[in-house]
């Protein structure tokens, strides 16, 4: 069935793509109508379009506020994002912020850091990555025109989990 892995972005977008990105961002992702050919390319991905659309799933309870409903139980259809990411793109200028997750199968965030940010970021306050299964997240950043694992401590999450293997992919 698959494991669910998160993303969770605050960066600048470079002046040369802010428009695209709004139009995209007003269409929904669907980055194979872009334009710009890295964007199509990456859109040709199985699940691109759940960066960064989709919804949480299995992600950390800090992730995200979760209201209570009228009987007591959590009413996920009104949760909010915390820490400032909501889902957003400001075309003047160039913030975008959001947290997502998706069964990444066709290695579609890998793609995104390696084909798309590294393009379009002019800077990135907040890159990390997450997998259900994991009790820490790994950190990334913007350096020499490449997304790289940070030297920062990613964030540890109150989860009992037993499995820590990110190593799965943190050679980026």
């Not at 409903?69 to 912020?97: H, L, V």
């Not at 995104?112 to 950190?139: G, M, N, R």
Request: glycine share 8%.
């Amino acid at each position: 069935m698959g494991m669910y892995t998160g993303l969770r972005c605050k960066m600048i977008v470079k002046e040369e793509y802010r428009e695209e990105l709004q139009r995209l961002h007003s269409e929904g992702y669907e980055w194979e109508s872009s334009d710009i050919d890295f964007m199509r390319g990456f859109g040709r991905l199985g699940r691109a379009s759940f960066i960064p659309c989709g919804s949480l799933s299995y992600m950390p309870d800090e992730w995200e506020d979760v209201p209570l409903d009228k009987n007591g139980n959590k009413d996920y259809w009104k949760a909010t994002a915390t820490d400032g990411f909501e889902r957003q793109f400001n075309a003047e200028t160039g913030y975008w912020s959001f947290q997502c997750s998706l069964k990444n199968y066709e290695n579609e965030i890998e793609a995104f850091f390696e084909e798309v940010l590294p393009e379009i970021a002019e800077s990135i306050e907040h890159l990390e990555y997450y997998y259900e299964e994991w009790t820490d997240s790994i950190l990334y950043e913007l350096r020499d025109g490449k997304i790289v694992k940070s030297d920062k401590e990613g964030i540890k999450y109150g989860c009992d989990n037993e499995y820590d293997g990110y190593e799965s992919w943190a050679y980026l």
